[in-house]
C-alpha cells in the first residue's frame, strides 16, 4: 500500500507522480491545497519540511521528490528508470544534482515573484512574517520576503534565470545526442528535469526557449506521459 501525499501544480509532486506512473504503481491519493495544511502538526510528523510530496509505503515514509522517485524505480518492478550504461547514469545523476542544488530553489524564485507574490503582499507586515514563521526553512522565508519587497526586481531574480538558462542549455545539448537527456529511454534525468520547464511555461517564460528545440520538445513531455499532470 503506497500513500502520497501532493500539491495538484507542485513541480516536486509532479515529479513523484512521473515516476510512480512510469512504474505503474498505484497509489492512494492525499491531495494537499498547500494552503496552510502543509503546517498542519499531524502532516509533519510525516514531513518535518512542510513540503510535498511525501510517499508512505507500507508504513515507511520517504520524503523529498528525488529520493521519492529513486525509491519508487528500486522497490517496484517494471521498466528500469535509471540507464544500465555508467555514463548515460552519470548524466542522469549530474540532471539530478542540478534539479536539486540549483534549479528547484531558482523556479520557486521565479514562482513566488509572479504567480504567488499577491498573496503574501495584500498582508501586512506583521502577517506576513507570521506566515513566513511557520516554514521551516529560513532560507526559503527570506526568499519570499525579498520577492514580496522587489518583485521581479529583486536581485535574486538574475540569479534565478542563470539557473534556468543553464538547464536549458543542459537540456539542448542532451537532445541533440538522442530522444531524452540520458541515453534512448525515458529516465529520471526526464521525470526530474521536464517539470521545471512545464513550470516555466505556466509562469509565461517559454520565450526564453524560443530558439531551442530540445527543450521545447521538453516542455511537453510531461503532458505525454499518463496520470502525471494537474487537470
Not at 504567488?116 to 522565508?141: G, I, Q, V, Y
Not at 526526464?190 to 516555466?200: E, S
Request: hydrophobic share 45%; net charge positive; glycine share 6%.
Amino acid at each position: 500500500m503506497l500513500t502520497l501525499y501532493h500539491g495538484r501544480t507542485s513541480v516536486c509532486s509532479v515529479k513523484a507522480r512521473l515516476a510512480l506512473a512510469e512504474k505503474g504503481v498505484a497509489f492512494d491519493s492525499r491531495l494537499m491545497t498547500l494552503r496552510g495544511d502543509q503546517f498542519d502538526p499531524d502532516y509533519m510528523k510525516l514531513n518535518p519540511n512542510a513540503v510535498v510530496p511525501t510517499i508512505v509505503h507500507d508504513g515507511r515514509v520517504i520524503i523529498e521528490s528525488s529520493v521519492i522517485m529513486q525509491y519508487v524505480d528500486e522497490a517496484f518492478a517494471g521498466e528500469p528508470l535509471m540507464p544500465a550504461d555508467p555514463l548515460e547514469r552519470a548524466q542522469a545523476r549530474m540532471i539530478l544534482k542540478l534539479m536539486d542544488e540549483h534549479v528547484h530553489l531558482s523556479v520557486m524564485t521565479l514562482t513566488f515573484a509572479t504567480a504567488n507574490r499577491a498573496h503574501l503582499a495584500r498582508m501586512t507586515p506583521h502577517e506576513m512574517e507570521a506566515e513566513l514563521a511557520k516554514a521551516p526553512d529560513a532560507r526559503r522565508s527570506e526568499i519570499k520576503r525579498e520577492v514580496v519587497r522587489h518583485g521581479l526586481d529583486a536581485p535574486l531574480i538574475r540569479g534565478a534565470l542563470k539557473w534556468q538558462q543553464r538547464l536549458h542549455a543542459e537540456i539542448e545539448t542532451a537532445m541533440q545526442r538522442g530522444p531524452y537527456l540520458a541515453g534512448a529511454r525515458y529516465s529520471l534525468a526526464d521525470a526530474a528535469a521536464t517539470p521545471y520547464v512545464w513550470r516555466l511555461e505556466q509562469l509565461k517564460l517559454s520565450p526564453m526557449w524560443q530558439a531551442m528545440p530540445g527543450v521545447a520538445a521538453c516542455a511537453r513531455g510531461p503532458r505525454s506521459r499518463p496520470r502525471s499532470m494537474p487537470g
